[in-house]
């Protein structure tokens, strides 16, 4: 079965800096991947789908980037409402998996 | 505006059946796949189940095939999980998802 994975499991950086969460897909998946970001209790928000395409209303502070099997995400300069976790999903054919997810807080 | 409404989540005992529902609105239902995502106490978003546009293609975590049964109406705009033989760890908030619309999540509880 395909799986996804991502790295690191979690980190903690300080307001303004670059932060780059990878994920990697366990067979090639072109560029069908997206990257939610999920606050405590909350639904999850849609950030980026196509692997680099910003949905609408999202900073422009996060990008993505990646095709085939491996996919990253970054955020440029680390605000404090960006403390969430952060999982990517494939969605090509089939399975919709998620990542295990990557847990960002503030140094 | 657009939106899925999750309902028919509740309590329910170890080995017993659910039924959620999820209606959409403000977006072409037929034209997306729709997915259930559950989401334990504590833990991460786990894809369930999927469903192509028509119906005619479904995909199951392993952990829930046999079990559950993933269908749509589109004439109704809606979509549906069957949970038989519920276990302690289907307990999760139950997500509707599709054409990168979310609904605010259905609970389900198994516990005796």
């Known amino acids: ?107 | 505006e657009v939106q899925l409404v999750e309902s028919g989540g509740g309590l329910v005992q170890p080995g017993g059946s659910l039924r959620l529902s999820c209606a959409a609105s403000g977006f072409t239902f037929s034209r997306n796949w729709m997915s259930w995502v559950r989401q334990a106490p504590g833990k991460g978003l786990e894809w369930v189940a999927n469903i192509k546009e028509d119906g005619s293609e479904k995909y199951y975590v392993d952990s829930v095939k046999g079990r559950f049964t993933i269908s749509r109406d589109n004439a109704k705009k809606s979509v549906y999980l069957q949970m038989n033989s519920l276990r302690v760890e289907d307990t999760a908030v139950y997500y509707c998802t599709g054409g990168w619309v979310w609904g605010k999540g259905t609970t389900v509880t198994v516990s005796s």
């Not at chain 1, 079965?1 to 998946?29: E, F, K, N, Y």
């Not at chain 1, 997206?34 to 990008?63: C, D, E, M, N």
């Not at chain 1, 976790?85 to 969605?91: L, N, S």
Request: proline share 7%; aromatic share 10%; charged share 15%.
């Open chain 1, 1 to 107: 079965d395909m799986q996804m994975t991502q790295s690191p499991s979690s980190l903690s950086a300080s307001v303004g800096d670059r932060v780059t969460i990878t994920c990697r897909a366990s067979q090639g998946i072109s560029n069908y991947l997206a990257w939610y970001q999920q606050k405590p209790g909350k639904v999850p928000q849609l950030l980026i789908y196509a692997a680099s395409t910003l949905q609408s209303g999202v900073p422009s502070r996060f990008s993505g980037s990646g095709s085939g099997t491996d996919f990253t995400l970054t955020i440029s300069s680390l605000q404090p409402e960006d403390v969430a976790t952060y999982y990517c999903q494939k969605y090509n054919s089939g399975p919709a998996t998620f990542g295990p997810g990557t847990k960002v807080d503030i140094k």
